[in-house]
């Protein structure tokens, strides 16, 4: 005997899965910090996953292992302070290996916002994001240096320094020879 | 930036978002923002366009609709400055996701980024490909990534290698063009590059057999180098954790030599060392070492046998079961779960173990516990592991009681030895446990309890014991209930008596209370409720003595709210007074249910239990096979099997019993359960065959007008002048309903032909419903190979509803010997106005080996 599958068009055949389907921050009151989505969610789905898997692991005792089996996939969390870090994988990926990402991912916000708080996160979200970005693509890790990755955000938030500084030093000059 | 600019900035933003005291006071202030944004880009303001767009991420992360932001995004990405763009490609990965068709309106100034001279922006690019590209997108800069593999620097070559995995995965016929560049890129020292590479390698050679075959030939060895190499390479402070140089690459390799080693032992030979070295010399004090020997003892799991490495790896896996921290237990069930299939014996030492775990207070453990001890139960310890899951049935958690009674009940169906051992452990899942079980599985215990005729007393006693310490379990109650009603001569007399019991002394009235108790209980449901009835109508046969009693709690329903009840108990009624003469005969012990029907029925509503094709094309007494997955026949069929018990009267007291539940307006197909829950109702309580009855249950039009207006006093009529019903009866009950009445007749067509297979479909509609249409699909083989594992899947776009059937069986005789039917009913919500469409997808093995076929059915006849 087996199943009989029958889903939306678009949503299960056309879609592929990739190691890490997404990751996401909750706060413990239950906000979202940050999402990054891998795989293919409509928002009506991502914000029912938020919201289940909120409800899952804010709940979940202290000493209990980090894993929650979730629709067929499993959720890798770990608590650092007051947010959750939650990465989804699938079934047959390392959980273990998934915690050492989130630990990395954490280990490497520290050392750019000197040691990181939920407010870092919060008025510096993009900040965030674009650290992900140098840590993961395609729901897989691009890399394993944290060294590396510190030099490329810094880097790049030179560039963007420069950009503003000569915004600002050609609106002078426009300001002074309009005066 | 302008000095004297107007508005707020990102941080007052938030700001202000944060010290909102209510949900209220938080959307008046986003509401008030996204009204300023919407300005500015009406406006075409340059100058805060990425501070809106800023904005804008924030808010949706909140939750609130910011699609109108999504072609600010596209500008940002055009617009020259690296600032610009940065923010942009963040609001696109944000915003969009690859099914909005506003990407596409991207592709062009992606491709201009991939070719920058600044390679940040080059960065962007790959990064917001990889993360959100389309197929289409995909196929139109693949050549551009494929390039960019060769990127000066390193940090754009590991961007490049990730973002082909999406461009593979999205369009795996693009896969052979980086087979080659892949090759280059596993031998580099880079480590962000090498765990990139090793990584798209890996992904390759799971969307084409020739890249496994070539990165197998050409890079096993230099793969098995690299690892070696990083085992034994000297403190690295940048990649270091816990002591461990870079396990991220370690895990990847592994990953990768798993796959190259799989069904090939040459490839599985050059990789045994430096597993056999990793298995026993990583340091398993931290997560990270775990993680690798985790990954390692997988591999040597999944490549070829050796021995000596198996052992290894299931000694970590026992390790790793005995481990205190939570986590590496979880790890360990889940690949002892996997080594099952290797391995079953070695894992079956650990079962006391894992056993323990089932009780563990982490729901994701228990979980993962239970599952590996189902898989572990056989013939030989079913007994004790049976004991144990039911002893803990009484302390488990609420939550966690659905789960277990499911799975216990499924193991003692599956491996009882015999049949009093069945009841015994049923009877004591029932008592802890019997508001979790399910319908299907209190039916077959009904019907092993109806065949086990030696057992009947015993059980009867068993039930009257139980209910008497517990009625808070409905299904004990049901069942306790009907065999009372049955056996309730042996409850009484103490026959057949068997060496375990205690003897117990109940009276015909004991027995009468307890049912009564049951139809009095406040929580028990309608079903419940009628069998209770029926019971006592069967006691009043069989205790004459109580029969007065009887007659009065009989009475009490005749004014229940519930239709049902009134109507039962008004008919029970008239049993007991008017009807003496026949009643004895009317109310006779069931005869014995035939368990094979009643297990391919169950087979053929239960998607989950296994079968094979035989299981639902049980032959009938009559000995006509039943063609499956024709939900009229298999309704008509109960009636069939069935022998009445008692000729005289029968005839209309069939209608009498009949339960005339709510499935009367159900259309077919819809919902499995209720039913099934009718048919064993039927079953229960059938007296003589009732075709009239199945029509109602299966065609509605046929009896609509005598069923939702049937009052009692017509049924009462009927009992007064039993020919009236009986030439209604005649007129319906034998002739088989014709297509006619089923609405318009369509076409059959042939809706998939390939070289080996042919579906073909043949449609009709339910009268009253033209949005539905069912459709019986037959399968045939053209080919001369046996299929096997036959899946059928289907999808349809949104405004069609698909439901699909359980299939007749998955494997599939060849040259047309034979077929596989599958009913599936589309629902069209734009009836009219759009035809159907389908597209699918059927997966089978020939020879073991996978063959998979796809396509789209456009041939669908009009006005479906």
New interface residues.
Partial sequence: ??????????S???S?S?QINFVCLISRQGK???????S???QKER?KAIRELSGVILSR?P???????WKGHKVVYKRYASLYFCICIDEED????A???IH?FVEILDRYFGSVCELDL??N??KA??IL?ELL??G?????????IAK?IS??DN??EV??EE??SL?NIIAQATK | ??PFSSGTRL?DM?RAI?ACKTAAEERAVVRKECAAIRAAINENDQDYRHRNL?KL??IH???YPTHFGQMECLKLIASP???EK??GY?GL??LL???QEVLMLVTNSVKQDLNHTNQ?IV?LA??AL??ICS?EMARDLAPEVERLLQFRDP?IR??AA??S??II??VPDLAENFINPVAALLKEKH??VL??GV?LCTDLCKVSPEALEYFRKKCTDGLVRTLRDLVNSPYAP??D?AGIT????H??LLKLLRVLGRGDADASDSMNDILAQVATKTESNK??G??IL??CV?TIMSIEDNGGLRVLAINILGRFLSNRD??????AL?MLMRAITVDAQAVQRHRATILECVKD?????R?RALELVYLLVNESNVKPLTKELVDYLEVSDQDFKGDLTAKVCSIIEKFSPEKSWYIDQMLKVLTEAGNFVKDEVWHALVVVISNASDLHGYTVRALFRALQTTAEQESLVRVAVWCIGEYGDLLVSNAGMLNVEDPITVTESDAVDIVESAIKRHASDLTTKSMALIALLKLSSRFPSCSRRIKDIVVQHKGSLVLELQQRSLEFNSIIEKHQNIRSALVERMPVLDEATFGGRR?SSL??????SS?TAVKLPNGVAKPSAAPLVDLLDLSDDVPAPSSSGGDFLQDLLGVNLPPATQSEGTNQTPKAGTDVLLDLLSIGSTPAQDNNLSTPDILSSGQDNKPIIASLDVLAAPSNMMDLLDGLGPAPPKPAENGPAYPSIVAFESSSLRLTFNFSKQPGNPQTTMISGSFTNLSSNLFT??????????FLQ??????S??SLPASGNGTIT?SLKVTNSQHGKKPLVM?L?IAYKVDGKDVLEEGQINNFPRDL
């Fill in positions: 005997m087996h199943y009989t599958v029958c889903k939306e068009l678009n299960v055949i056309l592929v990739s979202v910090r940050l999402t990054k989505w891998y293919t969610y409509s914000s005792g000493k209990l292992c980090n894993f929650v089996d390392n959980e273990l290996e915690l050492e990402v990395h919060i008025f979200f993009h994001y674009y970005d693509i395609a897989e890790l691009q890399e394993s240096s944290k060294r590396t490329l880097a790049q560039l963007v950009a503003k915004a600002s609106s | 930036m302008n941080r938030i944060r800023a991420m924030f992360m909140l939750g400055g690296f600032p940065r923010i963040l990965m944000l996701d690859e099914r940040y960065g790959l990064c990889g993360n197929a940090n590991k961007k990730l973002c995995i999406r995965k999205k480590h962000g765990i990139t990584q940048e990649y954790i870079d396990p991220f690459l895990i990847r997560n990270a775990n993680a985790y990954e997988e939570n986590n590496i237990r979880y790890v889940n207070s982490d729901a994701s453990i979980k087979a998607p989950n239990t296994v079968s094979t299981g594992d036959f899946v059928f899947q289907a999808a349809v776009p949104k698909l439901h699909l059937d359980p299939a069986g998955n599958q597209r997808r």
